[in-house]
């Protein structure tokens, strides 16, 4: 697999994207100066105490109060094996407690971040736990005998009370470079312990490092892959990196030509706009629709063009083996999390209908978030859930509409009119004998060729007399109604009586 990494710097805003054989699999983007909220470490106030949920509010200095339960005090055990860790029973907070907290869940709509007090930095080979005894290892490593020798190394290197998981790069480390990473961490943790005791509640202690080195450090370079630097401060820390994190591999990084944009110029922006969309297209003309809620995440698949050389079944198949591919992509992409329902094209082989749930779990199996797949129902709908980290991309480069509010319909002029009849009448009714009205150009052409509603309202107020003024520029869905008491006014050009 061709693998091209691409990292650029501009007007506030780090960019990263991964492109697999011309296809973008990853995207992420965060301001330079804040970074991304998750890893970072405050020092917090406790504002509310649940005890029938065992969980509290905190204050973090953030737009929105940040949330701590029990279960946010142990590490999470999707992505490691290891031992059991002790529960706690309780938070053992109360309100007006000063507390250090870490950031680990990004807020989302109306919710605030996820917090916890047991901290954990996070390093290439280890993620070092200060005060969570505990030895784990990345559930990528399978083999036996080298998870055991990675597990007794690393208690060899813990102090009491401390614990680390084993990342999956683990194995291409000496044992030197792996206890420098948990001394330096050591001593960043003491320090940090030592500013809590002096700042004010809010304050930001320690925020993990910028996009480029989070990416190198967790990415597994080979030999062939490819990096592309649009800025040049990133590209000079790529290069200072290169002897760290590339293990002699053959990884050649190139600086963009200044004159262009990067991520325009190699069509990345483009690709990822176009995969962010309410339908995305597969390669034989079939495509999908993905419809997303408060509470879970809908995607239809469809035929489209497709129709196939072979029996129903077969193309029927064939779409449903593109489209769990691309769907697995496209929640990678997207960084979308949660409860996902796929309503695939019905088919009538059961083996067909076993094998695309297996083609779906061995597509997510790519994805460095934990994924559980259920087996396909009887009506052909498969239910799968995705841990989200970090911020969605449609919340990066979407917004939501503010002529539908999200709802991605409009009201039709039909329904406009009738508002507008109800609001000219009520006007009418107050003894208004001269009425202006703004309106969208396409609306008010639509208005004039309704003679029945022209002629209803001049039957009821025979001495009004009503103006319409269209705009190109006004939604459709805008109306602005003037009284108009002096008998001398004004009127803008293209003005049209109604009645």
């Known amino acids: 697999m061709q693998r091209k990494l691409y990292f650029d710097s501009q007007y506030g805003m780090e960019t990263y994207a991964l492109i697999e054989d011309g296809k973008i699999t990853e995207y992420s983007a965060e301001p330079v100066t804040s970074g991304a909220v998750i890893g970072n470490i405050y020092k917090g ?41 002790d529960i706690p029973e309780t938070l053992n907070l109360h309100e007006g407690d000063e507390i250090l907290v870490q950031v680990t869940k990004a807020a989302q709509g109306k919710k605030g971040a996820k917090v916890t007090t047991r901290l954990s930095f996070v390093g290439k080979y280890i993620v070092y736990m200060p005060d969570t005894p505990f030895v784990g290892v990345s559930a990528k490593i399978s083999d036996r005998e080298l998870r055991k020798n990675l ?28 206890k420098n990473e948990i001394n330096y961490f050591r001593k960043l943790y003491a320090s940090i312990i030592a500013r809590f005791k002096e700042a004010p509640v809010g304050e930001l202690l320690y925020s993990d490092s910028p996009l480029h080195i989070r990416v190198l450090r967790d990415f597994m370079l080979e030999n062939g892959d490819e990096i592309y630097v649009g800025n040049e401060q990133v590209y000079n820390s790529i290069e200072e990196l290169a002897t760290t994190y590339m293990h ?80 697995a992509r496209q929640v990678k992409l997207r960084n979308m999390g949660g409860l996902f329902v796929v309503d695939f094209i019905d088919m009538t082989e059961e083996n067909h209908r076993t094998a695309i749930v297996a083609e779906l779990e061995k597509a997510l199996r790519a ?13 052909g709908l498969v239910e799968f859930t995705r841990k989200r980290t970090g911020v969605a991309a449609s919340e990066l480069m979407l917004k939501t509409c503010g002529t539908c509010g999200g709802a991605g319909v409009m009201r039709s002029h039909e329904s406009i009119l009738a508002e507008f009849r109800a609001k000219l009448l009520d006007l009418l009714a ?34 009004a007399r009503v103006y319409i003024i269209s705009h190109r520029t006004y939604r459709e869905d805008s109306m602005y109604f003037r009284k108009v008491n002096s008998p001398v006014f004004t009127l803008p050009e293209g003005t049209v009586l109604l009645y």
């Open 151 to 178: 597990t007794f190394s690393a208690k060899k290197q813990l102090n009491e009370g401390e614990g680390v998981i084993v990342r999956t790069a683990a194995p291409y480390a000496v044992l030197s470079t792996k």
């Open 45 to 85: 106030r406790v504002t509310n105490v649940l005890n029938g949920m065992q969980a509290a509010f905190i204050d973090c200095g953030l737009e929105r109060h940040c949330y701590i339960s029990v279960a946010d005090l142990i590490p999470d055990k999707s992505k490691f094996d290891g031992g059991e860790i």
């Open 248 to 327: 002699g591999n053959s990884v050649s990084v190139t600086l963009h030509d200044p004159h262009t944009d990067l991520f325009y110029s190699a069509g990345i922006y483009t690709q990822f706009m176009a995969s962010l969309m309410h339908k995305v297209e597969l390669s034989n003309g079939a495509y999908l629709i993905i419809d997303r809620t408060e509470a879970l995440t809908v995607i239809d698949v469809n035929t489209g063009k497709f129709t196939g050389d072979d029996s129903l079944e077969h193309t029927v198949y064939c779409t449903n083996v593109l489209a769990a591919r691309e769907i």
């Open 367 to 379: 994805d460095k978030s934990k994924c559980r797949v259920l087996p396909m129902s009887k009506f």
């Open 430 to 463: 107050e003894g208004t004998e001269t009425v202006c009205v703004d309106l969208n150009f396409d609306v008010a052409n639509k208005l004039m060729g309704y003679a029945a509603l022209k002629e209803n309202v001049a039957a009821l107020y025979p001495q």
